[in-house]
């Protein structure tokens, strides 16, 4: 069972390069969300879709896009990187929006900025 | 106003003992689900246990258990006969049933290390 699949696993960027990190779930999951997750602290949301076609913002959006155009597959888009976006990044995926639906969580990237 | 508290940065327990982790939440909503996670030192976040807001007994999972008081909006992670592989971050996470997307919240995570 693949689950929920991260590439690339890490990962260096130059100041205002920009780059895509990729998501994949085989599950059928409706829900897909990005968290970044800073050192020490817990996850804060980026962007989150409910289903293909279907996107919104979540706790930090800014200096990220995202797109859902299959149930598969939600790319996270990092324009113009920064330093202060270096940070894991995990994407996570439910089956549906119910309160008794965990998430799952893919391995993570690790995106430095310098 | 915090939706997520765990307010133990560190934990650390002696081999085969019991700990107990603490969370607390915050929400006005009647319908929410709890949930633990575990993040070992590799990086990956593992689903550990749910509890439901309407269950009435705790929810437990093989060494886990969750201590749910809803009067008291605390959802304490309970670890039996703890191990040397429980050493790990510990994150407290909650879903509300109101919210568009139904996200998770998450709190700052508790960090516990086991002893020999």
């Known amino acids: 069972n693949a689950g929920v699949t991260q590439t690339p696993k890490f990962r260096i960027l130059k100041i205002g390069q920009s780059m895509t990190l990729q998501c994949t779930q085989d599950?059928?999951?409706?829900?897909m969300y990005w968290y970044r997750q800073d050192p020490g602290m817990g996850l804060k949301l980026i962007y989150y879709?409910?289903?293909?076609?279907?996107?919104d913002k979540g706790e930090v959006p800014n200096g990220y896009n995202v797109s859902r155009s299959t149930t598969e597959d939600f790319p996270l888009r990092l324009e113009l990187a920064a330093p202060s976006q270096t940070s894991v990044y995990f994407c996570?995926?439910?089956?549906?929006?119910?309160?008794?639906?965990?998430?799952?969580f893919g391995d993570g990237t690790r995106l430095s900025i310098l | 106003a915090q939706k997520i508290t765990q307010t133990q940065p560190g934990m650390f327990v002696q081999e085969k003992e019991a700990v107990t982790l603490d969370c607390t939440y915050d929400?006005?909503?009647?319908?929410?689900?709890l949930f633990w996670y575990k993040q070992p030192s590799s990086g990956e976040m593992i689903f550990l246990i749910y509890?439901?807001?309407?269950?009435?007994q705790n929810a437990t999972e093989g060494r886990y258990s969750l201590n749910f008081q809803k009067a008291r909006k605390s959802a304490n992670l309970v670890i039996s006969a703890s191990q040397l592989g429980d050493s790990a971050m510990y994150f407290c996470?909650?879903?509300?049933?109101?919210?568009?997307?139904?996200?998770?919240?998450f709190g700052t995570g508790t960090s516990l290390t086991v002893i020999p």
């Open positions: 929400t006005s909503d009647q319908s929410y689900g």
């Open positions: 599950m059928n999951h409706n829900y």
């Open positions: 996570a995926s439910s089956y549906g929006g119910g309160v008794n639906q965990p998430q799952h």
């Open positions: 509890q439901g807001s309407y269950d009435e």
């Open positions: 996470a909650m879903r509300e049933g109101q919210r568009a997307g139904n996200q998770f919240y």
């Open positions: 879709s409910v289903g293909a076609g279907i996107t």
